[in-house]
């Protein structure tokens, strides 16, 4: 059974919580306040050298460290929970074995799980909540708005079900991409078009690339967050787990760093494309030679809060950035309602595109067309959870760098009218 330890206000003995507002260990009882560094019961990770400045390791290539388990009496191995017992209140519970804070579902104390805490599962940095709870419903009903085929039952009757706060590990990637891309690329020269195989090779420095490093976590959800701001991160202290779930990493830096270096090089490929594009008419990506190296990595907990909500049988699931406020959640979709106004706008703009081009297929056929990308448009912003393909919120502009062009006739041809 896994040991836990709770922060108890030196006041009354009440449990305390992090407050988002003042940064502050906030008793629930009394509503007395303590900085984060005078509670005496701080397990900190911090690692300082002799000049007092922070020592970021990196932990790119290093060997990952198993889950720390916690079987009860009678569990075997294949049991998936850790179980643990409120030191409060004596109630037990099951938790994921990433879990190394949570808050007692039957008393609301707060606990922490020192002994998971341990190598290399040590967070190096913790982003704070900014955000607090409050806000969340009011970004759950501005998310709600100018959504014409989301169900007006869906909007109305569905209840909310859960409001947590998480923080969730993330390994955070510094490297650099360099290498080359090649296009093709064409001139507008009147009504003769010039087509050119171009290359075009450079640098980028990333900083602070995220990856959700935790297998409970959808990684859609969590990079439809981004961007984390990085220069918010402080050394990790438990202190300000206190009142919400935080896990560890169950995913390899090195697994994290694959994906990280895939977003950087498709940054890098947009911005050689952009500068090619300052010399042609149309650029388009064909292929590429891009590497990544100087890969450093450290591991940091950004906060984030999730909101369940239930309709019709379902779950539906939201979340918010706990720092910046940015709010995702994919929305149902009336199907009915959707494929009417598909039909009822694909015969009214027919009809408008008959009496131009005098032809009715023609016109039926245009209608439909624009019907469908408009309502695919519209509906669009029903879905906001998507993966991110790219790392240019991470990259440092300052440091692209062209060190190679090459731009080779390939052939013309004339533009059709």
């Known amino acids: 059974m896994a040991e836990s330890v709770n922060y108890k206000c030196p006041a009354c003995g009440g449990a305390m919580d992090f407050d988002i507002r003042t940064h502050k260990l906030k008793c629930q009882y009394c509503d007395s306040e303590f900085l984060v560094d005078d509670v005496a019961a701080t397990k900190g990770a911090k690692k300082f050298n002799k000049d007092g400045e922070f020592v970021r390791k990196n932990h790119f290539n290093e060997p990952a460290e198993p889950i720390v388990r916690h079987l009860a009496p009678g569990d075997d191995d294949s049991c998936k929970y850790d179980t643990y017992a409120c030191k409060q209140c004596g109630g037990e519970i099951k938790l994921e074995p990433t879990v190394i804070s949570t808050i007692c579902p039957y008393c609301g104390n707060n606990v922490i799980f020192y002994d998971k805490l341990t190598g290399n599962h040590v967070p190096d940095l913790v982003v704070p909540f900014k955000v607090e709870k409050k806000r969340l419903r009011k970004a759950y009903e501005e998310h709600l708005k100018f959504k014409p085929f989301v169900p007006g039952k869906f909007k ?26 090649v296009f093709k690329a064409e001139l507008d020269q009147g009504k003769n078009v010039s087509v050119y195989k171009v290359t075009r090779g450079g640098t980028m420095n990333f900083e602070a690339i995220p990856e959700d490093c935790s297998k409970s976590f959808d990684d859609a959800m969590t990079e439809s967050l981004e961007p984390f701001v990085f220069n918010d991160a402080i050394p990790f202290e438990t202190e300000y787990l206190s009142g919400f779930e935080s896990h560890v990493y169950d995913e390899s830096c090195d697994e994290g760093a694959d994906k990280a270096s895939e977003r950087a090089a498709m940054s890098l490929i947009d911005s050689l494309q952009k500068e090619a594009s300052r010399d042609y008419s149309r650029v388009t990506f064909e292929s590429d030679n891009i590497k990544t190296k100087d890969i450093t990595a450290q591991s940091v907990l950004y906060p984030i809060w999730m909101l369940t909500t239930k309709w019709d049988g379902k779950e539906f699931y939201f979340a918010m950035n706990g720092q910046t406020g940015s709010f995702v959640g994919n929305l149902p979709r009336n199907n009915v309602l959707y494929f009417s106004s598909i039909t009822l706008f694909s015969l009214l703009l027919g009809w408008v595109a008959y009496l131009f081009l005098e032809d009715l297929w023609g ?51 004339q533009r059709s009218k």
């Open 363 to 413: 016109g039926i056929f245009a209608g439909i067309i624009f019907s469908v990308i408009g309502h695919m448009a519209v509906d669009s912003s029903r879905i906001s959870v998507q993966r991110a393909r790219q790392a240019s919120n991470y990259g440092k502009p300052e440091t692209f760098r062209v060190n190679y062009t090459d731009d080779v006739y390939s052939h013309s041809y």
């Open 156 to 181: 109305r009757e569905n209840t909310f079900e859960r409001i947590k706060g998480y923080y969730i590990p993330f390994w955070i990637y510094d490297m650099k991409a360099e290498g080359c891309a």
